[in-house]
């Protein structure tokens, strides 16, 4: 069985809601959909757990209000390498608008020290050389410089493949390092590449710029529009069924990550990777929280996504 950890840095409280359209300056009647202890990596472990793949979740936790956490770490029988720090893990704002996109109201949470960072650092190294792969998802906190991160992130490449999903000053430091993986989306993309990219070409030929950068793997999703793979096999574009039901697009570019996770892990092909990855997102938008309750559904799903080579 591969042995497979997720590393999540700035945990959070996931508070998900829906309305038709937010009223800016208004009062907004929110339809409350659920809080859930989350946080990208924590998200990815929750879909691998689903798909019977045994994980460690690792990173930070606030010490003061970790109850929920460690429930679920216990109930889904999760291994549990997450480091305790002071304060409290913070609470993200996630409001799914019917008539438009989903809003991210995230918030600043506990603060890293350096000794709580070199602390990590020792520790993460060490017992990450007995893993298959480490997916590093999400922000950082308060406190973890870029420069650490990027070091760190690279040393641990060194001992195992490494996954990375984040954004902003973590995915711009990171992808420094060169990961095995990396799935930017597009707007991620475009702001790498510091343009704007208005066509698949445009998003291909920016994606094998980023892999000349040192990269195996580059995923680009564009959620409805799908997802593009450029690999060293050619390039792979995914087009995901369409969903009459979106509840809430919260997780499903986490999902995704799970499913190339599970495909790469059992040795499916990019083809069939890339099509369970594009299902199991496309389950995530039909529900409130993330994981995967219904494997006969994903079945489904999977028959409907379309993948097309279009390079070799």
């Known amino acids: 069985m591969p042995r497979i950890a997720t590393i999540t840095l700035n945990t959070a409280f996931d508070l998900v809601g829906r309305l038709p359209r937010i009223q800016l300056g208004e009062v907004n009647t929110v339809e409350t959909l659920g809080i859930y202890p989350a946080g990208k990596g924590i998200n ?36 549990d390498r997450f480091q305790r720090v002071a304060g409290k893990t913070r609470i993200n704002v996630k409001i799914t608008e019917t008539e438009a996109d989903v809003t991210d109201l995230n918030f600043l949470g506990y603060q890293v020290s350096s000794d709580d960072w070199q602390k990590f650092v020792n520790q993460s190294l ?45 995915l711009t430091a990171g992808l420094k390092a060169a990961p095995w993986l990396v799935k930017p989306n597009h707007r991620e993309l475009e702001a790498w590449i510091g343009k704007p990219l208005n066509s698949i070409a445009e998003i291909i030929a920016a994606a094998k710029q980023l ?27 995914a087009q995901p069924p369409k969903c009459t039901n979106v509840v809430s697009t919260v997780g499903a570019g986490d999902s995704m990550v799970a499913g190339l996770i599970y495909g790469t892990q059992h040795a499916l092909s990019q083809e069939q990777t890339l099509r369970f990855a594009s ?13 995967v309750a219904d494997k006969q559904a994903l079945n489904q799903l999977l028959d409907q996504v379309k993948i097309t080579k279009i390079e070799e």
Not at 216 to 234: C, H, K, P, R, T
Not at 279 to 291: H, W
């Open 44 to 79: 990815v472990a929750k879909v691998l757990h689903d798909l019977d793949l045994p994980v460690t979740v690792s990173g930070f936790l606030g010490e003061d209000n970790q109850g929920d956490f460690i429930q679920m770490f216990q109930q889904l029988g999760l291994d």
């Open 211 to 237: 892999k000349a950068e040192g990269i195996a793997n580059v995923i680009i999703s564009m959620g409805a529009e799908g997802s593009l793979w450029i690999s060293d096999q050619g390039v792979l574009q």
């Open 126 to 170: 060490a017992w990450a050389k007995d893993y298959d792969l480490v997916a590093v998802c999400g922000s950082l906190p308060k406190g973890v410089d870029t420069d650490a991160f990027k070091d760190w992130l690279k040393a641990l490449g060194q001992q195992t493949k490494v996954v990375l999903d984040s954004s902003n000053a973590a």
């Open 279 to 291: 299902a199991v997102s496309a389950l995530a938008v039909s529900q409130s929280n993330v994981g």
